[in-house]
């Protein structure tokens, strides 16, 4: 008990976290079971599993800059826990759409699917991106990679944008302000990370919260991280 008392001191942030990631998957089980999906359930698991993915895509892509801005160190811990959540979302969302939409026919997706809805092509591109940073998260494919394993994880941005366009192309002329509002959250995440604008902004911090005596500031200046907060950044740079 002491030993698990301890953990959760250490680790709860982590912990409520993954919780709060796995309650959209929960929920959507639960409606499913107790058929709560409406007239068209397969629609409704494709928004839901949509959604989800990007929400939590966009949230392990705020752990840094909520770090820049805020100095607060916790979200980091999590960055890779919530990529990992993105595309375990992003997973149910093609294999919703690939089997319960199309039968896992793939002449069908191809005869029909790709010609009337092109959005498809730039959702699987964010998908197919996705993958191979899912799995290189672990230390020992960041060991592997070496110097290369940063650059590939620098395109959970492109994943991130070609996302965002995905939702935007599928949604109806009615509903693409919330698409255009995660397209300018991603921006500003992306023009926070600029070494000039994250200087600047950890410089107005210090000033605005001198960092404590004895403890020196973090170099404003964007250099690699240790290999052990590296390990963090699997699936969210």
């Given at each position: 008990m002491v030993k698990m008392s301890k953990w959760l001191r250490k680790h709860w942030f982590w912990l409520a976290v993954n919780v709060a990631a796995a309650v959209p998957l929960l929920q959507l089980a639960y409606d499913f079971q107790q058929g709560n999906l409406g007239i068209n359930p397969i629609t409704e698991i494709t928004n839901?599993?949509?959604?989800?993915a990007l929400i939590l895509?966009?949230?392990s892509l705020a752990c840094t800059p909520t770090n820049i801005i805020l100095g607060w160190r916790q979200p980091?811990?999590?960055r890779k826990a919530l990529g990992m959540w993105a595309f375990v979302y992003a997973s149910f969302h093609l294999l919703n759409f690939v089997g319960l939409d199309y039968g896992f026919d793939v002449g069908l997706i191809l005869a029909d699917g790709l010609p009337t809805?092109?959005?498809?092509?730039v959702g699987l591109l964010a998908f197919l991106i996705l993958v191979p940073l899912a799995i290189t998260s672990s230390k020992g494919w960041m060991k592997r990679l070496g110097s290369k394993w940063k650059p590939l994880h620098k395109l959970v941005y492109v994943a991130g944008m070609?996302?965002?366009v995905h939702f935007f192309w599928k949604a109806k002329a009615a509903e693409q302000v919330e698409p255009l509002l995660y397209g300018l959250l991603l921006t500003f995440l992306l023009v926070v990370r600029l070494p000039p604008v994250r200087r600047r902004i950890v410089?107005?911090?210090h000033k605005l919260v001198p960092p404590k005596a004895g403890?020196?500031?973090r170099p404003t200046t964007s250099r690699p991280a240790p290999t052990t907060e590296r390990s963090a950044d699997a699936i969210s740079q």
């Open positions: 839901r599993t949509g959604i989800a895509l966009m949230l980091l811990a999590v809805k092109p959005y498809i092509l070609a996302a965002v410089a107005f911090r403890r020196p500031a």
